[in-house]
């Protein structure tokens, strides 16, 4: 029955009844973690074959000897590979080692500090004029490392509602226009993290058109981390948002990145930066100050291994098969437990690494500090939002892959007993000092 239509006693009844489930698992002495989105062991397994993909010729398809120095915009194979990849051409695509996050971090240095468009042009310099710090946009809930590289660069974050088609674009233009202080966006367009939405080609073709309206050295960051991450038939088409700048002539404002890391292994994969050739040329520059050249030897084998886009979807059909029964299980226990009521919402999401659960406004970290009494790590309420600060503390993201089926069962009977419980609590305390005013003070 939904919670608001419960009587106090019944109400007091449930919470002794949901505090003797809690404190029967808080005395389990249970250590499970359900905070990050990694593959789990058997899906690094399938990528075994890595280890001997590079066949015994260092040769890369240019001649190059990949063990040596040099080739700061990756070997051409790779190069190829991430352009059919991210819908690029493969001149417009350097390919670095694992991290693609490093790249943008990297790109954001050479921004703020060194400027785009050489000296005097940094982010920073242009917003000291005004006497104030550059500014993103940051469409929430987001991702969390996103929002740790501004906070560490001192560059302001402002909030934009995400909505089911994607980033609130009327907001994103009034704020964006006139506004040189807005530097950059950032934007996970497909299977977004934690809410699993692709944004949808009306919102692709407008913020394809942001630099326009933005001032000088404006970025949009187009992470597309999940870009064959599905874990549904027929998920919902992105639309290739670089041909959408070319129709404008904003290239110049589009940076795309997507990297191997949950398709081979996480911390030994390859990464991608698509931008336009200009844009690249003066990103080279910038990191030849800081490397002489990736490790050319990993992306031959990357290559040699996933081969081509029939083989790399085939290889993403057995990661599908291993992760989608967790996520089910997942949606399966939320909705048993939580079914009728009404205390949260989540999303079943057609691909990615999350599900992104929306508590009862003011719960959320309540609802993760009863976890973690009772051994289980949740991602810390408001990881999600710039500065940790969710406004309404309600939004919880859940990483399923990671754990095996059995802890990740054991995790969630927690996390719906805290949920629960939690509610519970919220309303009773509502309703006591709502009792508790003089008559008078009722309206
Ligand atoms: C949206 C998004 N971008 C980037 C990353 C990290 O990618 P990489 O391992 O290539 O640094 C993650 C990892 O969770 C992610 O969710």
């Not at 505090?19 to 990528?47: F, N, Y």
């Not at 000088?216 to 992470?223: A, E, H, K, L």
């Not at 057609?350 to 009494?373: C, K, M, N, Q």
Request: with cysteine; aromatic share 6%; net charge negative.
């Amino acid at each position: 029955m939904a919670l608001d239509q419960l009587s106090q006693p019944q109400l007091r009844e449930r919470e002794r009844e949901l505090s003797k489930r809690h404190d029967a698992l808080r005395k389990k002495g249970l250590a499970l973690d359900l905070t990050r989105g990694k593959p789990s062991s058997e899906q690094l397994d399938l990528s075994a074959e890595l280890d001997r993909a590079w066949g015994g010729s260092y040769l890369t398809a240019d001649g190059t000897d990949a063990r040596n120095y040099g080739g700061m915009l990756g070997i051409p194979e790779a190069r190829a590979f991430g352009a059919e990849l991210l819908g690029l051409r493969t001149e417009e695509i350097l390919v670095g080692d694992n991290s693609s996050l490093s790249l943008m971090y990297r790109y954001i240095a050479f921004a703020h500090q060194h400027g785009l468009a050489g000296s005097g042009t940094g982010w920073r310099d242009e917003a000291a004029e005004q006497g104030r710090p550059a500014q993103f946009l940051c469409p929430v809930p987001g991702y969390d490392r996103h929002f740790g590289i501004c906070e560490h660069f001192g560059i302001e974050m402002v909030n934009v509602a995400l909505e089911p088609e994607g980033p609130d674009m009327d907001a994103i233009e009034e704020r964006v226009a006139g506004n040189p202080l807005i530097k950059g966006i950032w934007c996970v367009p497909r299977h977004s993290n934690p809410t699993g939405q692709t944004y949808a080609d009306s919102v692709v073709e407008r913020l394809a058109a942001l630099p326009l309206l933005a001032g000088p050295n404006f970025r949009i960051f187009w992470d597309n981390a999940y870009a064959v991450h599905h874990l549904q038939d027929d998920p919902p088409e992105l639309r290739n948002i670089m041909e959408a700048c070319r129709e404008r002539g904003t290239e110049e404002g589009l940076l795309v990145f997507g990297s191997t890391s949950k398709i081979t292994y996480a911390g030994s994969g390859i990464s991608f930066l698509g931008a336009n050739p200009s844009n690249l040329a003066s990103f080279q520059r910038h990191l030849a100050a800081s490397t002489i050249g990736p490790d050319k030897i990993n992306q031959l084998r990357h290559v040699r291994f996933l081969r081509d886009m029939s083989q790399l979807k085939k290889h993403m059909a057995r990661h599908r098969a291993i992760i989608a029964p967790k996520f089910r299980r997942v949606l399966e226990m939320l909705e048993e437990a939580l079914r009728d009521e009404l205390i949260a919402t989540w999303t079943d999401p057609p691909g990615g690494y999350f599900i992104s659960v929306d508590t009862l406004p003011g719960l959320a970290s309540e609802v993760v500090r009863l976890a973690g009494e009772a051994g289980v790590k949740l991602t810390p309420a408001g990881a999600t939002f710039p500065y940790g600060r969710d406004p309404q503390d309600r939004n919880i993201r859940l990483a399923p892959t990671f754990p095996p089926m059995s802890e990740l069962e054991q995790a969630m009977q927690v996390f719906v007993v805290c949920l629960e419980l939690a509610s519970v609590r919220q309303r009773l305390g509502t309703m006591e000092r709502r009792d508790a005013k003089p008559s008078g003070e009722q309206a």
